[in-house]
């Protein structure tokens, strides 16, 4: 019987993990316990150390002191979504990240974005078969309210996602994307250079 190490080797992978497969159910059990810490993270008040905490049971990972998560957060599966450095995640955020998601360093998340990283089969007779790709965001990403990111979508260094876009493609580093589909409309601006002396 295949376990969590077997499941997340083929998530990573890319693999289609087939409807009703044992790696189908080893996701099921592990969804469950999602459920059950979001709904704790959820319920009432907890201060950033008790975020983080749960976080950490979340996700199986150590959450940095840096990181500041305004609830209600839900999360698919937990054990495959990774949060960098000195990260902020505004409230009603959803990780489907089953597929992987990287949240790197310095990044800024609005209020209800949504991280979809599974997709199903066209073929009908094969609809509940996962198809997972990870979403990846570099560091220092400013992504607005209400933003859909698609799987298998790169988000370059000190790029901007504009709210209300629907990314369906990677968005080179420095850009400034909006719209759905998601499109560039311009460069991040150069930091300003230091004053002469």
């Given at each position: 019987?295949?376990?969590?190490?077997?499941?997340?080797?083929?998530?990573?992978?890319?693999?289609?993990?087939?409807?009703?497969?044992?790696?189908?159910?080893?996701?099921?059990r592990?969804?469950?316990?999602?459920?059950?810490?979001?709904?704790?993270?959820?319920?009432?008040y907890?201060?950033?150390?008790?975020?983080?905490?749960?976080?950490?049971?979340?996700?199986?990972?150590?959450?940095?002191?840096?990181?500041?998560?305004?609830?209600?957060?839900?999360?698919?599966?937990?054990?495959?979504?990774?949060?960098?450095?000195?990260?902020f995640?505004?409230?009603?955020?959803?990780?489907?990240?089953?597929?992987?998601?990287?949240?790197?360093?310095?990044c800024?998340?609005?209020?209800?974005?949504?991280?979809?990283?599974?997709?199903?089969?066209?073929?009908?007779?094969?609809?509940?078969?996962?198809?997972?790709?990870?979403?990846?965001?570099?560091?220092?990403?400013?992504?607005?309210?209400?933003?859909?990111?698609?799987?298998?979508?790169?988000?370059?260094?000190?790029?901007?996602?504009?709210?209300?876009?629907?990314?369906?493609?990677?968005?080179?580093?420095?850009?400034?994307?909006?719209?759905?589909?998601?499109?560039?409309?311009?460069?991040?601006?150069?930091?300003?250079?230091?004053?002469?002396?």
């Open positions: 019987m295949p376990d969590l190490h077997d499941l997340l080797t083929a998530l990573d992978d890319g693999q289609t993990i087939p409807g009703g497969s044992p790696l189908h159910e080893v996701m099921h592990v969804s469950q316990d999602a459920l059950r810490l979001t709904g704790e993270l959820n319920g009432g907890h201060d950033q150390a008790q975020v983080r905490d749960l976080l950490a049971q979340l996700t199986g990972t150590t959450i940095a002191e840096s990181v500041t998560v305004f609830p209600p957060l839900t999360s698919d599966f937990g054990r495959n979504l990774r949060i960098g450095q000195r990260v995640i505004n409230s009603g955020c959803r990780f489907q990240d089953q597929g992987g998601v990287r949240i790197g360093d310095d800024l998340i609005g209020h209800n974005t949504v991280f979809a990283t599974l997709n199903h089969h066209l073929d009908p007779t094969r609809r509940a078969d996962l198809l997972p790709a990870a979403i990846v965001l570099g560091r220092n990403v400013w992504v607005g309210a209400n933003v859909t990111i698609l799987p298998g979508v790169r988000i370059g260094d000190d790029a901007v996602v504009a709210a209300a876009s629907v990314v369906t493609k990677d968005v080179p580093a420095g850009a400034v994307v909006m719209g759905s589909p998601a499109r560039v409309v311009r460069e991040v601006p150069s930091p300003a250079s230091p004053p002469r002396g």
